[in-house]
């Protein structure tokens, strides 16, 4: 047996399972909400049976997923399957968000299983065959217990984009995974976030974009912008959102785009361990 296959066959034996799977009513699952008030009310919160694509190489990406793992756990009393094509799973990163969200450290590792690709076939494989099984045991024996189930795709693009595959056979890929991506999320009502942080690398790749684009459910951009004290104003239609000053190097201000709903607003997020009074207003399902 091949090293890769070897690699498939030990990480399809920690998420396999019996067979047999019904379809969940989405309308019985909650919907996974950020902490962060402002861009909540904005997102509209991440809904069950939907795969959204977090489509920016801006470093804010992996706070929004980590804040999700966390909601997932904590908030919702869910699971999370991190499939990471990237090798960007950070416990400590997520340990520091349950610590802000007050939320246990070990609930939230312990409700996390991770699933690590490295190639573009080994991927593949984890998406097209190893997820759909994994949902279908866990469905067909009952572990849920009607628990929300939240499902991340780190790097989903990256791999792809390598020079050992060939771009018909990458899109190929790509095409077949995001749609097999799609069917299980609405089959089991699971909340799924893709992330692609190789947005420049796609820019010359536009078929594995239209691939991505054109199966996901939403599209979240996230892109730099410039401040805007004692500067020209933002691009139109954008909404400054003031919080406190940053001084770290990630303090830089972004525009978090919903393409297809023509919407933007420019944001600048306080650091981890400081909260704004929007924080402490409290949340519900419509995001008021």
């Given amino acids: 047996m091949a090293?890769?296959?070897?690699?498939?066959?030990?990480v399809a034996g920690r998420l396999d399972g019996t067979e047999g799977a019904g379809t969940v009513d989405v309308t019985e699952r909650p919907t996974l909400r950020l902490p962060v008030r402002m861009l909540d009310r904005f997102l509209g919160g991440f809904r069950p049976g939907t795969v959204t694509l977090l489509d920016s190489a801006h470093?804010?990406?992996?706070?929004?997923?980590?804040?999700?793992?966390?909601?997932?756990?904590?908030?919702?009393?869910?699971?999370?399957?991190?499939?990471?094509?990237g090798n960007s799973f950070d416990p400590y990163g997520l340990m520091a968000h349950a610590k802000m969200l007050g939320v246990d450290r070990d609930l939230v590792l312990d409700n996390i299983r991770v699933a690590r690709a490295f190639t573009a076939h080994q991927l593949?494989?984890?998406?097209?065959?190893?997820l759909p099984k994994a949902l279908e045991a866990r469905a067909a024996a009952g572990q849920d217990g009607g628990r929300p189930l939240t499902v991340v795709v780190s790097h989903i693009a990256d791999l792809y984009t390598d020079r050992d595959v060939g771009r018909s056979e990458a899109r190929g890929m790509l095409d077949l995974c995001a749609?097999?991506?799609?069917?299980?999320?609405?089959?089991?009502?699971?909340?799924?976030?893709?992330?692609n942080y190789g947005l420049s690398k796609l820019g010359t790749r536009g078929a594995l974009r239209r691939a991505l684009y054109g199966r996901v459910h939403r599209v979240i951009?996230?892109?730099?912008?410039?401040?805007?004290?004692?500067?020209?104003?933002?691009?139109?239609g954008l909404r400054w959102h003031a919080a406190p000053r940053r001084h770290s190097r990630?303090?830089?201000?972004?525009?978090?785009?919903?393409?297809?709903?023509?919407?933007?607003?420019?944001?600048?997020?306080?650091?981890?361990h400081q909260r704004t009074l929007d924080?402490?207003?409290p949340i519900v399902d419509g995001g008021a």
């Fill in 3 to 10: 090293a890769e296959d070897r690699y498939i066959t030990k």
């Fill in 59 to 85: 470093p804010y990406v992996s706070e929004i997923v980590g804040m999700l793992c966390v909601q997932a756990v904590g908030a919702l009393g869910g699971d999370v399957l991190y499939i990471d094509g």
């Fill in 124 to 130: 593949t494989s984890l998406l097209h065959d190893s």
């Fill in 179 to 195: 749609g097999r991506l799609v069917e299980v999320t609405e089959a089991s009502a699971a909340v799924t976030v893709a992330t």
């Fill in 221 to 236: 951009r996230i892109e730099r912008a410039g401040p805007p004290d004692g500067r020209p104003p933002g691009p139109a």
């Fill in 250 to 272: 990630d303090a830089a201000r972004m525009v978090i785009k919903l393409p297809s709903e023509g919407k933007a607003i420019v944001y600048h997020p306080a650091p981890r």
């Fill in 279 to 281: 924080d402490y207003a």
